[in-house]
């Protein structure tokens, strides 16, 4: 039978995501020593796993490419694909929030720029609050866009407030909660359904 290709990320969820699937009974040693290889194969064969980007991973399971993946709320609402979200993992815990300068707090109604990786969510957030903004993209380090004058706030993670205080910023506005989720490829649901149920539920037990 044909293995399970599991697509886990390479940034901040992947400790978490690793620790989950060994607990649920797969051998995930060889991602200890994993130096600069992206493809996998763990207990003989059964699994693949992939490691990619976080942003990637709903493309990749929308395509099919890997049948289940761990990926961040955060992601799955920015990139909104067609894929089964089957389970909350609990971990990963943190918030989607707006952020800028302290005095920023006085007039925060006026028309803001909004520096953020999750154009999408920061769109539909101002939105439904009926406020005008300007979005700009960026990549990362998204907090120096207020230091920096680019913007007035930004829309990101926070997850200690660690970054955040580090460069001045405080937490204005609170989005949602956000933690790590299992997605599943729709029609791998059906031909794999099986083994995928399988490992839903090893999974199921172990989350906290
Ligand atoms: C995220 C986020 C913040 C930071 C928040 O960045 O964009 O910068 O983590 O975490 P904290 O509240 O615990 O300080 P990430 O580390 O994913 O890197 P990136 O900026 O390259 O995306």
Known sequence: MEGIKIGLTKGRLAEGAIELLTKAGIDC?????????????????????????AADVPTYVEHGVVDIGIVGKDVLLEEEKQLYEVLDLKFGKCKLAVAGKTHLQENFNKHLRVATKYPNIA???????????????????????????????????????????????????????????????????????????KLISAIEKVAI
Request: proline share 2%; net charge neutral; hydrophobic share 40%.
């Open 29 to 53: 040693s060889p991602l200890e020593e994993k130096g600069r290889r992206l493809v996998f194969d763990l207990d003989n064969g059964r699994f693949q796993v992939i490691l990619l980007k």
């Open 123 to 197: 769109k539909g957030y101002f939105a439904s609050k009926g406020q005008s903004v300007e979005i700009i993209k960026q990549e990362g380090s998204v907090e120096l866009a207020p230091l920096m004058g680019l913007t007035d706030v930004i829309v990101d993670i926070v997850e200690t407030g660690k970054t955040l205080r580090a460069n001045g910023l405080v937490v204005l506005e609170e989005i949602t909660d956000i933690t790590a989720r299992l997605v599943v490829n729709r029609v791998s649901y059906k031909t794999k359904n099986e083994g995928l149920l």
